[in-house]
């Protein structure tokens, strides 16, 4: 087991945003997490991603207790994240943002007086996650002026630059044409063999991307987990999809706003 | 960048190397708070331009510098610049460590705000704390060897357009072959992913208060240095050294060059120094022309002299 919470709670003053969420996922699985909004994905996210303390219960990553650590720890224990909402470096070209993470990986972050030009390393690791992700011919491109779904790629390609062990996709194809959803996901998971991630969390709205690409599905509801399956699973219990989603996958995209 | 700088950096480096030689005593003086001024804002730009925090308290540690080299004159048998540099900026580093410590917790106008009320909280200790520091008059900065040279026979100006001229040229350059080097590190590089965006930073593993801290430091030494070399011509140092005008001055500077280049500051310093001399000369209320200025450069050039000139050619920066 890479990543578990047991009997997780979290409360926001009275209003219990987790009520003994459980979650364990194996090296090498896709688990998507899905439900409504205010189901608690985001709060469950934030616990995972050691942001928040969690009121009780235990969060694990390879073993050791990550609650409330922060996100510069568990990105050096080997958990990284892409953001919902796009995050880059506006200022920093593409091959500077990926280079900023194979620094960050290799260690080389208080190297004051090297070069960083001169560092055969960092530049090929770089450019290898650049090419994964179609953003080869970009590198040297500001990424404030990148087109909107280059920036999705490049917060995510940058992620992967961290070579995690496990990796939270948090709404990855959100934000790209419902055309398009499959491609990008098919780079992603293309991309972390690449890079060699094993476990990929995975928050998304699309049913039909869910279902393609689980091994598990966690399904939240007003804070609990509703159901802990196989795609398979789910797709035969259809008052669970119901419950979940509203409607089955395969009669039109899942759509939902974002909170 | 890099290729394109190399051409008129060698012509101003010859130019600033000739200078003594060809210009009147007056105008090589006022090179030497120019180059004392470039040291500083080196380090502050390696904070503002590059980490993205602006410090209104920055002359606490100028006046860190030139307390530490008046007080080492005065109170001990120290005379070797040298010495007086390295302790002024070990100075410097042990009083920004805490100081750094507290302020990187925020951001904005709270870091800003902070770094003020630490630069005012030094110059009323320097104004107060009389028998050690002369209080409002100050204490003398007796002339300093350099290299191990007394250089006692020469006269104050000789010794100030001369070797002490080309001592604070020799330092420039080495501060900005020192800073160029740093802003081009791997350490340089995760100070600006934390310029542009702490969340995503932090989410790649770099730690956004740590690599403030490391970026304050370095700008704390460096304005130490600068703060020595500003204040050996003087040959005395008072509080108005550490007072947040000046701090202000050195933030005003900056942005007068522009921040988002690295020769930006040091053209800052320049024109700054002598737009004050030729404004002062003719007007006395030379901080209302100043205000002006800083208006117009807000609104219409907000990437300062530096962002002007490399408009027209067309060129970014690298």
Redesign the interface.
């Known amino acids: 087991m890479i990543l578990e919470a047991r009997d997780v709670r979290q409360l926001y003053g009275d209003f219990c945003a987790l009520d003994g969420v459980s979650l364990a996922v194996e090296p090498g699985q896709v688990v998507s997490i899905i439900g409504p909004n205010g189901a608690g994905k985001s709060t469950l996210i934030n616990v995972l991603t050691g942001l928040l303390r969690p009121t009780q219960g235990a969060v694990r990553f390879k073993g050791r207790d990550i609650r409330g650590i922060g996100p510069v720890r568990l990105a050096q224990l080997g958990l990284a994240r892409s953001f919902q909402l796009v995050q880059i470096f506006p200022d920093l070209t593409v091959r500077e943002t990926l280079q900023a993470a194979v620094v960050s990986r290799l260690g080389r972050g208080r190297r004051f007086l090297a070069s960083l030009a001169t560092d055969r390393e960092v530049a090929r690791d770089a450019e290898r996650v650049a090419e994964l992700f179609g953003l080869a011919g970009h590198l040297a491109s500001r990424a404030r002026t990148l087109p909107q779904g280059d920036k999705k790629l490049l917060d995510v390609a940058s992620a992967f630059a961290l070579r995690p062990e496990a990796i939270l996709l948090d709404e990855p194809t959100s934000g790209v044409s419902t055309r398009d959803k499959t491609a990008v996901m098919e780079m992603l998971v293309r991309a972390s063999r690449g890079v060699g991630i094993e476990t990929i969390l995975l928050v998304e709205h699309d049913m039909d991307i869910v279902f393609a690409y689980s091994d598990r599905i966690v399904a939240l509801q007003q804070g609990r987990v509703l159901a802990d399956t196989t795609p398979e699973g789910l797709r035969r219990n259809e008052a669970l999809v119901a419950a979940v989603v509203g409607r089955l996958p395969g009669t039109g995209a899942f759509r939902e706003p974002a909170p | 960048m890099t290729r394109a700088a190399a051409g008129p950096l060698a012509a101003v480096l010859v130019v600033a190397v000739a200078f003594p030689h060809v210009a009147p005593a007056y105008h090589v003086t006022l090179m030497l708070p120019f180059m004392a001024y470039g040291i500083a804002l080196l380090g502050l730009n390696l904070l503002f331009g590059y980490t993205g925090l602006v410090s209104f308290g920055h002359a606490l540690f100028l006046g860190i510098g030139a307390y530490t080299g008046a007080f080492l004159t005065t109170h001990s048998k120290i005379r070797s610049l040298e010495v007086i540099l390295v302790v002024a900026m070990l100075a410097a580093a042990i009083v920004a460590a805490p100081v750094g410590a507290l302020c990187v917790r925020y951001v904005k106008i709270y870091f800003g705000m902070l770094t003020l009320a630490f630069g005012m909280l030094f110059y009323t200790f320097v104004l107060k704390f009389y028998h050690l520091t002369g209080g409002d008059e100050g204490m003398p900065f007796v002339r300093p060897t350099l290299l191990g040279l007394p250089l006692a026979s020469l006269s104050k100006t000789a010794y100030l357009i001369g070797p002490f001229y080309y001592y604070s040229l020799a330092l420039l350059v080495l501060a900005a072959v020192?800073m160029w080097?740093?802003v081009?590190?791997?350490?340089?590089?995760?100070l600006?992913?934390v310029?542009?965006?702490p969340?995503?930073?932090?989410?790649?593993?770099?730690?956004?208060p740590r690599?403030r801290w490391?970026a304050f430091l370095t700008s704390a030494v460096y304005a130490a240095a600068g703060g020595v070399l500003l204040a050996t011509p003087t040959g005395n140092v008072d509080p108005t050294l550490a007072y947040w005008t000046h701090s202000g001055n050195l933030v005003f500077m900056t942005l007068l060059g522009g921040f988002a280049s690295f020769f930006g500051p040091i053209l800052g310093a320049f024109v700054f120094i002598y737009l004050q001399d030729t404004v002062m000369s003719v007007f006395p209320y030379w901080r209302l022309v100043f205000g002006v200025i800083l208006a117009a450069l807000v609104i219409f050039a907000p990437t300062g002299l530096a962002g002007l000139i490399a408009r027209p050619a067309g060129s970014s920066r690298r």
């Open positions: 020192v080097r740093i081009h590190s791997p350490f340089g590089l995760c600006r992913t310029r542009d965006n969340l995503k930073a932090e989410s790649l593993g770099v730690s956004v690599y490391y």
